[in-house]
């Protein structure tokens, strides 16, 4: 069994080797082959190199020789455009002296008529002449009778000048006539809301009297008494207007005290007017006020 392992192996490697050679013989072979391909491909190579060379030449060429045609197509074209505008030249000179010997004729019978013109022209001249010293004589009494104008005219803007400084001052008095009637007219309005201010207070006195009056004065009647009182000064701390908010906003024109929404409310809505006394009031007419 060993020397069938053996032989086995000999096998191998012979084969091993056989197959060793016959691949380094197609290695050379290929090697071979390969540098037969790249002599081919240098000469191939070269060769392109050659011919691409002679078709740049050749294009160089081409492009020199259509740039010779486009230069002599150029030229002949500016031959034509100089001949045909040449001979247009020509033609409408023709036309221009045709025109001018027209002008020519016609400026010659012109001539003779301005001439005829111009004796006429003369005679009138000598006319006006005559007429033109009438006038001169008449512009001389013109101007006396104009400096006699002038002189009324400067007498009258003085006058007027005189006018508008009385009227100067009489506007100056009468500002400040008007401001003395305004300052008074404030001062009245303050006297009237302070004059409405102080009958409220009189009326509400008056009031407060008449319950007194009226009230029990015992021991139970005493508690009622003070327990409506202070129910009443509850009512009086709250708006007037809408009866449910407390005073917070004081009017400085009348110094009467509502709440600050229904301020707010009569001041956007433009009745800027005190709803007790009917005083009116602006955007700085009105203030918080703190009761606590």
């Keep these: 069994m060993k020397k069938d392992y053996e032989k086995r192996k000999e096998r191998i490697r012979e084969e091993a080797s056989r197959k060793a050679k016959a691949f380094a013989e197609d290695n050379r072979h290929l090697h071979k082959e390969l540098l037969a391909k790249k002599h081919e491909a240098q000469a191939l190579m070269s060769e392109m190199e050659c011919t691409t060379q002679a078709f740049e030449e050749a294009q160089e060429q081409n492009i020199r020789l259509l740039q010779q045609l486009k230069e002599k197509d150029d030229a002949n074209f500016k031959l034509m455009s100089e001949r045909i505008k040449s001979s247009s030249i020509h033609k409408l000179m023709q036309e221009e002296n045709a025109l001018l010997q027209s002008q020519v004729n016609s400026l010659s019978t012109e001539n003779t008529r301005l001439m005829g013109q111009v004796a006429l022209l003369e005679e009138r001249e000598k006319t006006s002449e005559a007429s033109v ?10 101007l006396q009778t104009m400096d006699l104008h002038k002189s009324k005219a400067v007498e009258g803007v003085l006058a007027v000048q005189e006018a508008e400084v009385r009227l100067g001052e009489s506007e100056n008095k009468l500002q400040a006539a008007q401001k003395a009637l305004q300052a008074k007219a404030e001062q009245c309005e303050r006297e009237v809301n302070n004059l409405h ?49 407390r005073k917070d906003t004081v009017l400085t024109k009348c110094f009467h005290v509502f709440c600050a929404e229904c301020i707010r409310s009569r001041y956007d809505s433009r009745l800027r007017k005190c709803p007790k006394c009917g005083a009116a009031f602006g955007a700085n007419d009105f203030h918080k006020i703190y009761l606590s």
């Design 133 to 142: 010293k009438a006038l001169e004589r008449e512009m001389s009494l013109k």
């Design 197 to 245: 201010r102080v009958q409220e207070e009189v009326g509400s006195l008056k009031r407060r009297v008449e319950k007194y009056k009226s009230r029990d004065w015992s021991v139970g009647g005493g508690d009622e008494v003070l327990l409506e009182e202070i129910k009443t000064y509850k009512v009086k701390l709250n708006c007037p207007c809408c009866s449910t908010r």
